[in-house]
C-alpha cells in the first residue's frame, strides 16, 4: 500500500485546510486509515481515524468538533477537513494505513506511511 499526502499550507488562525490521503496498491486489504501531526519538538500524536470498510471515526480530544475524517469511495482517498485552525495544530500531518490493528490511536500499530505534509496555522 502507497500513500500519497497534500493540502497543507499557511492558513490563519480560526480559517480552514483540507488535507487528502490517496491509497493505492491492495487498497482492498485495509483496515483503518489516520491522520497523525507531529510539531517541533514534540511526538508524534492521533488527530482521527477511520475504518475503512464502515467508516467509524475515532478522534483525539484536542481536534473533536473542529476535524472531520472522511473517505472518497471512488478514488481510495481519504480527507481530513480541518476547520477553526489553532496555532497549537501546527504541525506535519502524517496520514497511515493499517491492515489490522489493536488501537487506532497507536502509531506503531500502523504499517504505512505517507509523506508528511506541513500544516502552519499564523495567530
Known amino acids: 500500500v502507497q500513500l500519497q499526502a497534500s493540502g497543507g499550507g499557511l492558513v490563519q488562525a480560526g480559517g480552514s485546510l483540507r488535507l487528502s490521503c490517496a491509497a493505492s496498491?491492495?487498497?482492498?486489504?485495509?483496515?483503518?486509515m489516520g491522520w497523525f501531526r507531529q510539531a517541533p519538538g514534540k511526538e508524534r500524536e492521533f488527530v482521527a481515524a477511520l475504518t475503512w470498510s464502515w467508516e467509524t471515526t475515532t478522534y483525539a480530544d484536542s481536534v473533536k468538533g473542529r476535524f472531520t475524517i472522511s473517505r472518497d469511495n471512488a478514488e481510495d482517498t481519504v480527507h481530513l477537513q480541518m476547520s477553526d485552525l489553532k496555532p497549537e495544530d501546527s504541525a506535519v500531518y502524517y496520514c497511515?494505513?493499517?491492515?489490522?490493528?489493536?488501537?487506532?490511536?497507536?502509531?506503531?500499530?500502523?504499517?504505512?506511511w505517507g509523506q508528511g505534509t506541513l500544516v502552519t496555522v499564523s495567530s
Open positions: 496498491g491492495r487498497t482492498f486489504s485495509l483496515y483503518v
Open positions: 497511515a494505513a493499517a491492515l489490522g490493528l489493536e488501537r487506532v490511536d497507536r502509531d506503531r500499530d500502523y504499517k504505512y
